[in-house]
């Protein structure tokens, strides 16, 4: 099967053009000044965390330090205090400074089971570590969905990659998996599921799998992420007891308070809900606006892998679609709208992404900047922009082709290309 006959290998022109607007030698260029100008201010940014600018009033740290100090009261054999404020605090300073920002920790034990092996190393170092190896596995299931080494080059331009890596959070990790799985669900359904299985270290980002799964008749898959789930779960509740389990759930319960509060900045948020909160309005109406797309989104899931769309969109609108129905992401999780760009452009070869919808990538590209900044100046909710206006897209893609491709009809297709 050559790359250009494969449905699941677009050829370049196909994806970034010829003599269009957006084609190959205009993304790369625009890719290589928009990454200039992301490490002008992360370098201007790091300076400033660690007072080189101007003295700081306290010293600051990473997102990071919350999962250190996690795992070093799991390694001491008190894994329940991760989930006790007090404790947890106690350990972050321990780790870096006296003094610095509380960053909260609200992940389930079986996250500590990956938590328990950074404090084997020092805390910068583990930092490090963590960022490369996560990066390097998204960066292996990108190439894998795009098959075009530009897709590395669009990818560190991208700016919540660095943001992810300069508040050191798990971003990566959860992109990565989430492309993984929808790269292999198709061919390899047991394993994607147990790769899908292993997104309950971050259980909410799989809020929709189970609906794609079923909808799409991906048994398999379905049967096999939830033994995986299951497997992770008793093995953290092997390891750390059920006192661990019973401090996170009810932590868990009472965290909504923490992000009704504000105490965790609403102008990071990029979900409905939070687009709610910013906008003067109350947690019920955040929450109601919330559900609403939620249920919007997951239809949309429903019916595009009922039909049995081709993978590129049954996998995009998977994506964006989860990124709308969650209430909690902020803006490094944006990290999963880069899953369903590549998808979408994947998908160009056979659905002709248009060159409006192209230039509409490239601007929630850009948006992706600093949505963060621009809530907080401005008090508009850019990062939920984003994340509904690349549902919007991904919907109108999806939802133009009103055929319904049956399975058999989709192997053959395949089978005469090769």
């Known amino acids: 099967m050559t790359p250009q006959s494969s449905p699941l290998t677009p050829s370049r022109a196909a994806i970034f053009g ?3 607007l957006l084609d190959r030698r205009r993304l790369v260029v625009g890719c290589w000044v928009l990454l200039a100008i992301e490490l002008a201010i992360f370098l201007f940014l790091i300076a400033g965390t660690y007072g080189l600018i101007v003295p700081l009033d306290k010293p600051t740290t990473s997102d990071f330090v919350s999962f250190y100090a996690a795992g070093d009261l799991a390694d001491a054999g008190e894994p329940q205090l991760a989930y006790h404020q007090a ?4 350990a972050e300073q321990r780790a870096t400074k006296p003094g610095i920002e509380y960053d909260f920790f609200y992940y389930p034990p079986v996250f500590l089971m990956l938590c328990a092996a950074f404090p084997r190393l020092p805390y910068l170092v583990a930092l490090g570590v963590f960022e490369a190896v996560t990066l390097a596995f998204f960066l292996l299931v990108a190439s894998r969905i795009m098959g075009d080494r530009v897709v590395f080059l669009a990818l560190f331009a ?4 660095l943001w992810n890596i300069g508040l050191g959070q798990n971003a990566f990790l959860t992109a990565g998996l989430f492309g993984a799985g929808t790269l292999l669900v198709d061919r390899r359904p047991i394993t994607a599921g147990l790769i899908f299985g292993a997104l309950c270290y971050k259980p909410h980002f ?7 799964l079923a909808a799409g008749g991906r048994w398999r898959a379905f049967a096999a992420a939830f033994a995986a789930a299951l497997a992770l779960c008793v093995a953290s509740l092997i390891l750390f007891g059920w006192q661990t389990w019973h401090d996170f759930l009810a932590a868990a319960v009472a965290s909504p308070g923490v992000y009704e509060s504000g105490r965790v900045t609403l102008a990071g948020f990029v979900t409905p809900f939070g687009a709610a909160r910013l906008l ?5 109406i955040g929450y109601v606006f919330q559900a609403g797309v939620t249920l919007a989104a997951g239809a949309l899931v429903a019916v595009v892998w009922r039909r049995d769309l081709p993978l590129p969109i049954r996998a995009a609108a998977l994506a964006a679609a989860t990124l709308a129905a969650v209430p909690l992401a902020l803006f490094y999780d944006l990290m999963l709208a880069a899953v369903a760009g590549m998808w979408l452009l994947r998908a160009d070869g056979d659905y002709r992404l248009p060159e409006w919808g192209k230039v509409a990538l490239v601007a929630l590209f850009v948006l992706s900047l600093n949505p963060r900044g621009l809530a907080d100046a401005w008090h508009v909710p850019a990062g939920t922009f984003i994340t509904m206006a ?11 082709d009103r055929r319904i491709l049956p399975r058999d ?4 297709t395949a089978l005469s290309n090769s």
């Open 409 to 412: 009809t989709v192997a053959a």
């Open 206 to 212: 799989g809020l929709l799998i189970p609906i794609a």
């Open 158 to 161: 991208f700016p919540p990659l």
């Open 18 to 20: 010829s003599e269009r």
């Open 390 to 400: 690349l549902l919007a897209l991904v919907a109108t893609i999806a939802l133009r």
């Open 280 to 284: 003067s309005g109350s947690p019920a």
């Open 87 to 90: 404790a947890h605090y106690a």
